[in-house]
């Protein structure tokens, strides 16, 4: 399922991991809609989810940085950077043809606000339906 999004809203955002090795763009809205998922890796690690589509995401540098971990069925690749340990972004799961970016890896000079929605993932075969990418 796919959030439509007024393109007028749409801005291109910067990011990376810790270190600075790993940087990207991603074309997503100034206010930040971001689920924040109380699943075992997620909630370790602080992420908060903006999902986008592959095609709004853009790998600026660091691909020779990355790790990929993955676990239980093997679908989600996790990226982090091998330097810093930061996993600014990874293809998820719930929509292996999208993009989850870290919200919290993003540079705040475009953002606006951040509108944070809890998400219940400890039950993320009950819930998954209720997650959904922005798009055009």
Same mark, same amino acid.
């Given at each position: 399922?796919?959030?439509?999004?007024?393109?007028?809203? !749409?801005?291109? =955002?910067?990011?990376?991991? #810790? %270190? +600075?090795?790993?940087? &990207?763009?991603?074309?997503?809205?100034?206010?930040?809609?971001?689920?924040?998922?109380?699943?075992?890796?997620?909630?370790?690690?602080?992420?908060?989810?903006?999902?986008?589509?592959?095609?709004?995401?853009?790998?600026?540098?660091?691909?020779?940085?990355?790790?990929?971990?993955?676990?239980?069925?093997? !679908?989600?690749? =996790?990226?982090?950077?091998? #330097? %810093? +340990?930061?996993?600014? &972004?990874?293809?998820?799961?719930?929509?292996?043809?999208?993009?989850?970016?870290?919200?919290?890896?993003?540079?705040?000079?475009?953002?606006?606000?951040?509108?944070?929605?809890?998400?219940?993932?400890?039950?993320?075969?009950?819930?998954?339906?209720?997650?959904?990418?922005?798009?055009?």
């Amino acid at each position: 399922m796919a959030e439509k999004i007024d393109q007028a809203s !749409i801005t291109t =955002h910067t990011g990376g991991c #810790h %270190c +600075g090795r790993v940087r &990207f763009e991603v074309d997503a809205p100034r206010t930040i809609r971001a689920d924040e998922c109380d699943c075992s890796i997620c909630s370790k690690s602080g992420y908060l989810h903006l999902l986008v589509a592959a095609t709004a995401f853009r790998l600026l540098q660091g691909e020779d940085a990355i790790q990929t971990y993955t676990f239980n069925t093997g !679908i989600a690749k =996790h990226y982090f950077c091998r #330097h %810093c +340990g930061i996993k600014s &972004f990874y293809i998820p799961r719930s929509h292996p043809d999208g993009v989850s970016v870290n919200a919290r890896c993003l540079d705040p000079d475009q953002i606006e606000s951040v509108e944070i929605a809890p998400f219940d993932g400890r039950n993320w075969e009950q819930n998954v339906s209720k997650l959904s990418l922005i798009s055009d």
